[in-house]
């Protein structure tokens, strides 16, 4: 099953520098995190912060060849996760025949963006590497008492794959529901 998601925002880990996109499931509070590169990252802000490059730039290219070739991303899918790492699909129709090319998740949702092209992610990857946030009075209080989370809060962080555990633990969350207004407003 697809499930819609949105772009949230774009994070960096304050300790290794490496950066994160976060999606939002558009229908609840499941967000998905998955590391990119540093162009991959930039070109993803540049175009939600309607920064215009000289030059197009990859994505931006791409998007360009679509539209020349009379081709429509009809959406992008985040179809796999293995072994910690994400797996992406764009759909294009073209001369009514559909086509599905295999893409890193970071640019096929740069490109997704571009074209106002839905983000979907399959329901399976979502078991795997989807985070809930804790509601504010339940994150506070453990926070608050330095307590160990419970048997069924340890089961939940077991899905969650060992690199992206690692990473949300560095991460401020504490604006990530607000559409990640504050760490936009620090650069």
Do not use: W
Request: glycine fraction near 6%; include cysteine.
């Amino acid at each position: 099953m697809l499930i819609e998601m949105a772009v949230d925002s774009v994070r960096v880990n304050v300790q290794s520098y490496q950066r994160v996109v976060i999606l939002k499931e558009k229908r609840s509070d499941r967000y998905l995190p998955i590391f990119i590169g540093n162009s991959e990252a930039d070109a993803i802000i540049a175009y939600l912060h309607k920064v215009k490059a000289p030059r197009p730039q990859t994505h931006d290219l791409i998007k360009s060849i679509f539209g020349e070739l009379g081709a429509r991303v009809s959406h992008i899918v985040v179809n796999d996760l293995s072994n910690d790492v994400y797996y992406a699909r764009i759909n294009v129709e073209l001369e009514g025949r559909h086509h599905e090319i295999d893409a890193r998740p970071s640019d096929a949702i740069a490109v997704a963006i571009r074209l106002q092209a839905p983000i979907y992610c399959e329901e399976a990857v979502l078991e795997k590497g989807a985070v809930e946030l804790e509601s504010d009075e339940e994150t506070d209080s453990v926070e608050a008492s330095g307590a160990k989370p419970d048997a069924e809060a340890a089961k939940s962080t077991e899905r969650i794959p060992t690199a992206f555990r690692d990473f949300i633990d560095t991460l401020d969350l504490d604006d990530l529901g607000r559409g990640g207004e504050a760490e936009r407003g620090k650069r």
